[in-house]
């Protein structure tokens, strides 16, 4: 699969590098676009840079360029994956505002009607993020906010962020064994 991935600034970036590791090993084809505070947190939260990213994705993308490839619907993709989500991002998505590649690709993703999954990190939220999620779900979108089980009963943080991109990865129907199943 060719797969776009986006990287917003909310806490927990960690799920979309581990996201991105997890599809490189499997064969599948990452385009990759990360907003500024995006790289902020990913630095921050685990200490990779930019460099560090490049190596997991098949193609990298400047959030400024508004012209790249995956801002086209003929560029020819299977899905988006925006994760970790801020909802400054489910905003713009939600009411249309295309002001960065991030959210032109995820609109174009939309429009195309093709799978946008969305995994929004934030708590408590108040009813304007509510509204947005649901706008999101009315336009096509699926929402799997970052709520980890542990019905498997998990040991290290790598099992909690496993189970979080093994959903990612049913909602794109990749198969994964990243976490036990409920039998």
């Known amino acids: 699969m060719k797969i776009v991935v986006g990287i917003t600034g909310a806490s927990g970036s960690i799920?979309?590098?581990?996201l991105l590791e997890v599809l490189k090993s499997l064969?599948?084809?990452?385009?990759?676009?990360?907003?500024?505070?995006?790289?902020?947190?990913?630095?921050y939260e685990c200490g990779k840079t930019?460099?560090?990213?490049?190596?997991?994705?098949?193609?990298?993308?400047?959030?400024?360029?508004?012209?790249?490839?995956?801002a086209s619907g003929s560029f020819r993709m299977d899905a988006m994956v925006v994760v970790p989500c801020s909802m400054k991002t489910v905003a713009s998505i939600a009411t249309g505002v295309s002001d960065n590649l991030l959210t032109r690709a995820a609109d174009v993703t939309l429009k195309e009607a093709r799978p946008l999954i969305v995994v929004p990190r934030e708590t408590p939220m108040h009813a304007?993020?509510?509204?947005n999620l649901l706008k999101?779900?009315?336009?096509?979108?699926?929402?799997l906010p970052a709520?980890?089980?542990?019905?498997?009963?998990?040991?290290?943080?790598?099992?909690?962020?496993?189970?979080m991109v093994g959903k990612i990865c049913d909602a794109l129907r990749i198969d994964t064994d990243l976490f036990k199943r409920w039998e």
């Open 27 to 43: 064969g599948h084809e990452t385009h990759l676009v990360i907003t500024d505070s995006g790289q902020q947190v990913v630095e």
């Open 50 to 70: 930019m460099e560090d990213l490049e190596k997991l994705a098949y193609r990298v993308y400047d959030v400024h360029n508004i012209g790249a490839a995956i």
């Open 136 to 143: 999101l779900t009315h336009l096509g979108a699926r929402i």
């Open 15 to 18: 799920y979309g590098i581990r």
């Open 128 to 131: 304007g993020h509510l509204e």
């Open 147 to 163: 709520c980890p089980g542990f019905y498997h009963r998990p040991e290290t943080i790598d099992d909690i962020v496993n189970i």
